[in-house]
């Protein structure tokens, strides 16, 4: 007698459990847009399955093609990227009242229609309100003080800057004829909202108006892929990358960066 109550009541908990995993098929198909409560009783638990794996599977195709679009909407314009990852002077307390200096200027040229790099300029600078830099700086940037005292102060890098900017693109405009073509692109607003700003106005410097664009790699991650802002050791993990080179060194950084961007693209 017990045995046949315990048999019937496995049996019982059994079509519950049943009965249980297909409402929960149908709640997963009915939240992807497939209503298949006329279906329930008639098909298999099987078929559900495969009918949730193909709808599940036209909702990711979905969501990239719109990424994608939304992407080459935001990149289409422009000639050529300009990643550019600045380490200037620091301390361990210093705040953005910090009179920091460009020690390290990057920047690596990506072709807008290969994603190819087409050059890259890397220059170290001599910082002259605080010439001598601090251990913390030096320890955090890997940058030494011979390397600084041997480089041109930010004036004549930022010329050769420009002067290499005209190499790659010769215009008898100048520079300015590059404002609606180029576009720059840094891990945060940082690099050309405070670094150069400062040096623009330590040095006197008219900031030329193809400066004045970025696309912050941290917000474009956030955009494209719906996940919170991270670092650029985040961004790389998120992709399925690690990051390759010494971290904060400037131009490795920058490598990074626009290793994003083309997998971005």
């Not at 080459?72 to 380490?87: M, N």
């Not at 190819?116 to 890997?142: A, M, N, W």
Request: aromatic content about 10%; charged content about 25%.
């Amino acid at each position: 007698m017990n045995q046949d109550t315990n048999t019937e009541t496995a049996a019982s908990q059994n079509e519950q459990d049943a009965a249980s995993r297909m409402n929960d098929l149908q709640k997963q198909l009915l939240e992807l847009g497939i209503d298949v409560s006329s279906t329930i009783g008639k098909v298999s638990r099987s078929n559900l399955i495969k009918q949730l794996k193909q709808a599940k599977s036209r909702l990711k195709a979905t969501q990239e093609a719109a990424v994608k679009a939304e992407r080459d909407a935001r990149f289409q314009p422009y000639r050529i990227y300009l990643v550019c990852d600045i380490e200037a002077t620091c301390d361990s307390d210093s705040g953005f009242d910090f009179a920091s200096e460009v020690i390290e200027f990057p920047v690596i040229a990506i072709d807008g229609t290969t994603m190819e790099t087409v050059s890259t300029f890397r220059r170290y600078c001599r910082p002259i309100l605080h010439p001598t830099l601090t251990d913390f700086c030096k320890q955090f940037t890997g940058i030494t003080q011979e390397q600084t005292d041997a480089a041109d102060p930010f004036t004549v890098v930022f010329a050769d800057f420009l002067e290499w900017m005209l190499s790659l693109y010769p215009s008898t405009d100048g520079v300015s004829a590059l404002t609606d073509e180029v576009i720059f692109v840094t891990d945060g607003p940082w690099d050309l909202r405070d670094f150069l700003e400062k040096e623009f106005i330590y040095s006197n410097i008219q900031r030329p108006d193809f400066m004045r664009k970025i696309i912050n790699i941290r917000s474009l991650y956030t955009e494209l892929y719906g996940k919170e802002k991270t670092n650029l050791d985040g961004m790389l993990k998120g992709l399925g990358m690690v990051f390759e080179g010494r971290e904060h060194c400037g131009f490795d950084d920058a490598s990074n960066v626009a290793r994003i961007l083309r997998r971005m693209v």
